[in-house]
């Protein structure tokens, strides 16, 4: 009869801990989402930023055409990304070249960087690149912990049991991490107006 209950309790001991696993699994992949959620509001901040940045630019440098068109093109490319992070990292990074480029530009019309709605977009947007590292630097380290656990013995037979599978990291070229968020000169030009 002890054997029956020593039986009982092992077999009990090792659902509550495939269910209390399992539970596990399902709480961090629903924080990725949450994570990659944050991630996609941020980008989405990003892209309503870049036509006012584009406009700025455009009144000041008219004659930069491929530069904005590019622009144009790499926006509208990552807003209709709808893929895997992975493929989104691939716009992402054409995006961020693209607008480094029209930054580039500004650097040379002392007037467009000393205006106050330039400046204004300038701050709004490092801010958002600031939110946008944060952002991804969270939902890595959730999919860090998650693909841990998923080939980690022995929860890597739970998660073969339930299909649970690693995610994908959202990473970005080196070169555009190593430059960080686009500058911004807030000092204006001598001689010019603030």
Do not use: C
């Not at 989405?44 to 406009?55: A, M, Q, S, T, W």
């Not at 998650?146 to 739970?158: A, D, E, H, L």
Request: no cysteine.
């Amino acid at each position: 009869m002890i054997a029956i209950y020593i039986a009982a309790g092992v077999v009990s001991f090792l659902l509550i801990a495939l269910a209390v696993s399992y539970d596990r699994f399902v709480r961090q992949r629903n924080l990725i989402r949450n994570s990659w959620s944050n991630v996609e509001t941020e980008l989405r901040r990003r892209y309503d930023l870049i036509p006012n940045l584009v406009n700025a630019v455009k009144g000041y440098a008219a004659h930069e055409r491929e530069l904005f068109e590019k622009v144009a093109d790499a926006r509208a490319a990552a807003i209709g990304q709808t893929g895997q992070p992975a493929d989104l990292a691939r716009t992402e990074n054409a995006l961020v070249t693209g607008v480094r480029g029209l930054l580039a530009v500004a650097e040379n019309y002392p007037q467009l960087k000393a205006s106050e709605n330039f400046l204004a977009l300038q701050n709004e947007l490092t801010g958002t690149e600031d939110r946008i590292q944060a952002a991804r630097r969270f939902y890595n380290n959730n999919v860090r912990a998650f693909n841990t656990r998923v080939q980690s013995f022995p929860s890597n037979m739970i998660a073969g049991m339930f299909k649970f599978q690693a995610e994908q990291y959202f990473e970005i070229e080196q070169a555009i991490a190593s430059a960080g968020a686009p500058a911004v000169d807030l000092a204006p030009e001598p001689g010019t107006a603030s």
